[in-house]
Structures are given as C-alpha cells and as structure tokens.
C-alpha cells in the first residue's frame, strides 16, 4: 500500500510558540498578512497576543474579525474581496476552526474565480492560494493541518466540503497555552470533535499505516487528558495533552478521511446551527455502533488504545466496552441530545430526508466501514434525537 501524506511543510508545536510568528512569517516569505478572527477574540483583546507581536516587529497588517461560527459563503466572499483588493501577500489564522476554515475558503475564492460551490467535493481547485499560518486557539478541529474546509452555502443552507493539498495551510504554530481561557462547553465539545477525528480516520476505508499511527496516538490522549481538561481548566499537562491529540488527529483524517459521524454532522451543523463538535458527539455512540459489527476488530483497537478494555480482550468484548466508554464519556461531560439542545421535534423529522441526501452526498458516508442506505440515515438521525 502507498499512502499519500500532506500536512503543512512547517510546524511549531509546544507553549508559548506564538512569541515565533515574525519569524514564521519570514520563512513563509509573507511581509503583509490579513489576520483572520472572530468577534470573541477581537473583543476580548485575545487578538492582542498576535497583533502587539507583529506591531513591534513593525510588520504592516489588517484584522477580518467577521467569521462566524458556522462559516458562511456570504463571509468568505467577503472576506475575500478584503483580501484580494487589500494589497496582502499572506493570511494569519487565529481562532478555533471557523476562522481557520474560513482563512481557508478565502485564499481559493481569492485565487480562483466562480463561487464556493463550485470547488465542493468532488472539483478540482486548480489555482493555489496564497500562503496561510494557522493558529489554532482550541483543541479539536485540527483545521490547521487539514486539507479540508466546511463551507455553509448561504443560498442552499448546504455545508459543503472543500477539499484538496491547496487547503493546507503551510504552516501551523500550535500553542497549548492559548486554550488555558476555553470555557467547559467548548472544552468538551472541541475534544469529542477530536476523539472523532481520530476513531472514524481509524475505522476509515481510506486508513494507511501512518495515519493509524497519527490515530491511536491522538485517542489514547484524549481518553487520558480530555475529562482533566474539561474539569480542571488550568491543568497545563491536560491542555497541552488535548493540543497534540487535536494536531495528531487532524494529520490522521486530512489523510485518511472521515466517515459517516461527519457526514450526518454537519447537516445538522447546517439547518439547527449546532457547533461542529457537539454535533459529532451526539452522533459518536450511535453510528459506532451502528457501525461495529463490519469493523469490530478497529474498534476493538480504538478501545485497546484509550485503554477501556484489558489490552488482552477479545474483539467483542473490546468493541463493546468501547460503547459504554463513548456513553459514558458524553454522559460525563453532559452532552445533550438534539432535543434537549432544543430543536424543535416537527422541523427536525421533516428535515430528515434531505439530511440524509446532504450527509450521503457529502461523500463521507462512503468511507465508513458500514455504508448506510438513505434510510438507514433517517434511522439513525430518529435515534440520536430521541437519545
């Protein structure tokens, strides 16, 4: 078997690495960046921690700080627009994976002409973007290595995948230190993201020995670190623990694919604006073990490797203990169902047949060691709903 690896030609891993920016910069060649953010980390003055930085080192910038949460091609277009027009030979990424991904969506329209949608899995984004530092300030998406963006279409309500080498930023710092503030809820929900990423590029049809590696690594971490984290907010060894796992399980699904969590995600993502990382846990327990019997001995591994099971088990045995460890971990770190987060019942069942044609058509769904009908979809979204 040949795998494929890409990931950015340059990383900086470990506290306080952001102080190195200027001289990221300099070896990325980039003299004007555009910084990208939220609104959060703009008010707050979180920006500050980049932005005095490149003031001192009297590098010329500008701050887009209007991504949103689910991002948008109203906002990558204009943000876009800022960006073709505003002189920059370069972007700076800062924040959780919105404005990542959002950083992402603006190089290729910026570089490429047409709409979004038109480079949504499976187009070809012929044009390269320019270069792109990524810094992440939450553990999970692991956008900063990934070759993957999550567009929400404003026209079509459609969260569609944007996918290709020319996504990967060229190069990340990933400072543990910058999620010391992340409150419970994102801490909880940026982690299972990660525990996510990790299992599906597992049990992914597309899985290679080096992103197996990336994989297990990442879901012992999280099965290790993710509850101090979540509970014990300034415990730097959890922080710096759930930082590596996000990275390393971003480097193994960028190369080996998601499945079929985050294919029913981000429909619901989309329609009930549920965070990314709450969505997937919702779904997590459900679709593994929808999924268990065409892959037990994977998931046995994944049970092996966050260490809920003796190493000695069998399969079955193994496999199921990782359910209840999934259960219990949503339990503990009280993830709610679609009905306790409050969508409403009539609008979620009516809107089953088109999620389930969107998470199909997505393509992830593909990829999952059990493919789902369409109305094994609709079955498994009536499921999760009711918890």
């Known amino acids: 078997m040949i795998a494929t690896i890409a990931m950015p030609k340059l990383m900086l891993i470990g506290g306080g690495s952001i102080a190195q920016v200027v001289e990221t910069l300099g070896r990325l060649g980039v003299g004007r960046p555009l ?95 320019m270069p792109l530092l990524a810094i992440p300030t939450t553990a999970g998406t692991g956008s900063e290595v990934t070759k993957f963006t999550v567009i929400t279409d404003t026209e079509t309500d459609e969260k569609m995948l944007i996918a290709g080498n020319g996504v990967i930023p060229q190069a990340a710092i990933v400072d543990f230190e910058l999620t010391l503030s992340c409150p419970f809820r994102l801490t909880a929900d940026t982690g299972i993201d990660t525990l996510t990423h990790a299992i599906e590029a597992y049990v992914s049809r597309k899985a290679n020995p080096f992103s197996d590696s990336m994989a297990l690594a990442a879901m012992a971490r999280v099965a290790g670190h993710l509850r101090s984290a979540c509970f014990e907010p300034a415990n730097r060894q959890a922080r710096e623990e ?79 203990a990782l359910l209840e460890a999934l259960g219990d971990l949503n339990s503990d770190l009280k993830v709610p169902t679609p009905r306790d987060y409050g ?45």
């Open 35 to 129: 910084v990208v953010t939220d609104p959060y980390m703009r008010d707050s003055g979180s920006v500050s921690k980049l932005t005095d930085l490149l003031e001192k080192a009297g590098i010329p910038f500008e701050v887009f700080a209007d991504t949103v949460p689910d991002p948008t091609t109203d906002v990558v277009y204009a943000g876009a627009k800022i960006l073709a027009e505003g002189g920059f030979d370069g972007m700076i990424a800062l924040g959780g994976g919105s404005p990542i991904d959002t950083a992402k969506a603006m190089g290729v329209i910026a570089a490429n002409p047409g709409k979004m949608r038109d480079y949504k899995v499976p187009n070809v984004i012929p044009n390269m973007s």
């Open 242 to 320: 759930m930082m590596l796992a996000a990275n390393q399980a971003g480097i193994a699904f960028s190369n080996a694919s998601v499945a079929l969590v985050h294919g029913m995600s981000r429909p619901i993502g989309a329609h009930f604006h549920v965070p990314h990382g709450l969505s997937n846990a919702m779904l997590l327990p459900a679709v593994t073990a929808f999924s268990l019997p065409k892959a037990t001995r994977r998931y046995a591994d994944c049970a092996r490797a966050m260490g809920v099971c003796p190493h000695d088990a069998d399969d079955e045995t193994a496999g199921m």
């Open 343 to 387: 969508i409403d019942e009539r609008r979620f069942m009516s809107l089953l047949p088109l999620m389930a044609q969107q998470a199909l058509g997505s393509g992830s769904p593909a990829n999952n060691p059990r493919v789902p009908t369409e109305e094994e979809i609709v079955s498994l979204y009536r499921d999760v709903y009711a918890g």
